[in-house]
């Protein structure tokens, strides 16, 4: 499941069903995309996609669990192959969510994005993709907060490729938003009108604290939470009832007055 939680007290009526306008256009420029990205990379050397995508398991085997620690994303080839494995399907998955956002708030743009947990800058390609499909507005200013600094040759590279700026931060969502790791978003913060979640709850816990706070120095911004660990969907077709850290991220914005949506994938996911 895809989330987005919004300010108000309207509950969702619908749980899914859009999308469709953004996912032919990703699907159309993703193969050329990827081609380019992997370009001139480790991948292009003999039996460089096989030692990425082993360097990648055994790093994505300590995320899973919570117990990774910043130099396991210091080797390049681990973090190409998490661009193989990963970045493609998340692409899709944050056109998804940002369609349905799209529309369920009736808004032409956003602004100022920022992807937590962005690394491989997949959901803020998405964005720039469904930005330049609307043509709402300006284009939003982009950025990656991650917790380390490896990511940023990927993020520059997938930035120029696409031909907008993406900014990088580092920062830490396990500690309080004004903890001196998050200095950066803290003074970023009241430009913010969208933050995007990205696979960062279920790897370094859902800090409800880091989140209220940043979701009121934002003014209520649209958060967008896209995350795994949910069980597979019912034999009948009906999604089963969220768990993990999605499920903590609905009990902690209900409380709030904030407006939920679940959006499924085709899958019931």
């Known amino acids: 499941p895809k989330w987005f939680l919004l300010p108000g007290s309207e509950r969702c009526r619908c749980c899914a069903g859009l999308g469709h306008a953004v996912q032919p256009s990703l699907e159309v420029v993703l193969p050329r995309f990827l081609q380019r990205l992997y370009a001139g990379t480790c991948l292009d050397e003999v039996g460089g996609r096989k030692r990425a995508a082993e360097k990648c398991a055994a790093m994505q085997a ?9 130099n396991d994303f210091f080797d390049e080839e681990a973090l190409w192959g998490y661009v193989v494995a990963k970045w493609s399907n ?11 956002a799209f529309a369920r708030i009736h ?20 964005m720039a ?17 991650e917790w380390v600094d490896s990511w940023r040759g990927i993020v520059d590279r997938v930035a120029q490729l696409q031909g907008s700026p993406i900014e990088y931060l ?13 200095a950066g978003l803290l003074d970023l913060a009241p430009e913010i009108d969208l933050v995007v979640l990205s696979f960062v709850l279920l790897e370094s816990g859902c800090n409800c604290k880091f989140l209220r706070a940043l979701w009121e120095v934002t003014g209520h911004a649209v958060f967008v939470a896209l995350d795994a660990g949910q069980p597979k969907v019912h034999a009948d077709g009906q999604p089963r009832p969220l768990a993990g850290s999605l499920r903590t991220l609905f009990d902690f ?12 994938d085709a899958k019931g996911r």
């Open 253 to 264: 914005a209900v409380p709030l007055g904030a407006t939920v949506h679940r959006v499924d």
């Open 107 to 126: 808004r032409p743009c956003f602004h100022c994005a920022v992807a937590l947990g962005g690394g491989p800058a997949a959901e803020l390609f998405a």
């Open 90 to 100: 998340r692409a899709r998955l944050a056109g998804l969510a940002l369609e349905v």
């Open 129 to 145: 993709v469904l930005s330049n499909l609307r043509a709402a507005g300006p284009p939003p200013r982009l950025v990656v907060g």
């Open 62 to 70: 300590r995320m899973r669990k919570g117990t990774q620690v910043p």
């Open 170 to 182: 580092q920062c830490d969502v396990t500690q309080e938003l004004g903890a001196e790791a998050n």
